[in-house]
């Protein structure tokens, strides 16, 4: 079943009143309606927040020593979460409001005892001295929550990653600086029935949401900030995870809003607004002769606005596996340079990239009611692979026309298309 924003209303809704109420207060009616509506994500979490002798605790990271005047704070937040992470009892871990705290990277590592819903009220910073990050074992993450079923992160707290001294050493902006790594805001790693939800990331390092190898996940209502110029920014990196759902996102940053990586599959993407950006994209795929895995993919009600790429897909040639069951639809593109694009011959290295025999194989993917403008002539641009071409490609309902109405184009090259209906610009004369 699929989660929809009335269930997590109602799921919202119960873990305040749990946390508000004494148990004996929940009336069997609210039990019921609680218990006749949400299905997902577990009976576990069902179980632990009904069973009577469950109450929730809390553990409010000021109480283990936080201080949040400008210090670091990791210390006292590793010691709440080591609590909160071993309570018999859902947990309910703290960061208040009104304040802001410095952290340097921290590892949150499960598995815990029981739920764990973090609620972040209040700020959480990123150091912005370099030297809190020479540990090489730390550089590629600042927030990591890793190994942990069950978790729950709320709470309309704000999540700063201080990304300005990492953006000036980045090679994209200055050529003259080698390439390096820099830290990912919020990382989860191996976690399972996780919800984010209700959250402000702004200003990350690198990425700002990373998930990785995680199954039974939603993100719902995150908005993620940062300027349109800061490289490699991505708004939510999603890679070797299934049954994710990102919904009701408003995500402005300098790359992808949305990724989705190798190895990912069951991933809706819905009501989200991106810009600046690079759009939505599924790829990179196969880079360095790997092999690439995506599946299942929906796209919808998402609107573009200003961004380089509108819905692109992309793999490197030299790779293998496939990318198929794609779906793009109900998409406003406002200003889009690329609105629609497939490029198989991606390279993003400072080396060149030769042609190669083996390719990503592209297959089944429907393009449907997407209207808009294209910020260039060629509003659909399909540059698949000359070993390996774009198998049933289908477009539908689509309106991509030029500012003020001018025409638009399209480029195929090693497409085969399925009979498409009802497409501006026409497909490939
Ligand atoms: C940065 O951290 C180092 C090592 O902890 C410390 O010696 C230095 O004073 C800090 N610099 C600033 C500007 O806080
Ligand atoms: C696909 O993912 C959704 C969550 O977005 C989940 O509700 C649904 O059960 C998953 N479908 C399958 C077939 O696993
Ligand atoms: C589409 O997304 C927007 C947010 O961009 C949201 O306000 C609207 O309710 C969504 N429409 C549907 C039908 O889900
Ligand atoms: C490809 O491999 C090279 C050498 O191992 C590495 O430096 C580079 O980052 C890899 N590229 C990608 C996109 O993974
Ligand atoms: C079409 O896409 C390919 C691959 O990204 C690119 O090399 C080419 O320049 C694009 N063509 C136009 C006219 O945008």
Known sequence: MQMDSRNLLLISLVLISVHRLPCHAMSPLFTQQFNSHVEVPSHAINDQVFSPQHLQKVFSVDDFGAEGKGNDDREAFMKAWNEACH???????LVPENKRYLLKPVNFYGPCKSIVTVMIMGAIEASSNHSDWDDDSTTAHWILFSNIKN??????????GNGE???KNSCKINAKLPCTL????????SCNQLRVENLN?????????????????????VMITAPEESPNTDGIHVSKTSNILIKGCVIRTGDDCISIATGSQNVSVMSIVCGPGHGISIGSLGANNSLAKVSDIIVDNVTLDGTTNGV??????GGQGDARNIVFQNIIMRNVYNPIIIDQNYCDSLVPC??????????GVIYKNIKGTSASKVAVNFSCSRTLPCQNIKMENIRLVGEGGKSTESLCSHVMLSKSEMVIPQLCV
């Open 87 to 93: 309570s018999d009892v859902p947990a309910t871990y």
């Open 151 to 160: 978790l729950i992160i709320r709470g309309g707290g704000t999540i700063i």
């Open 165 to 167: 001294i990492w953006w």
């Open 182 to 189: 820099a830290p990912t805001a919020l990382t989860f790693f």
């Open 201 to 221: 990331i702004i200003n990350s390092q690198q990425i700002h949401v990373s998930v990785e190898e995680c199954t039974d996940v939603s993100i719902s209502n």
């Open 312 to 317: 692109r897909i992309k793999t490197w040639q």
């Open 354 to 363: 030769y042609d190669e025999k083996s390719a990503v194989l592209i297959s």
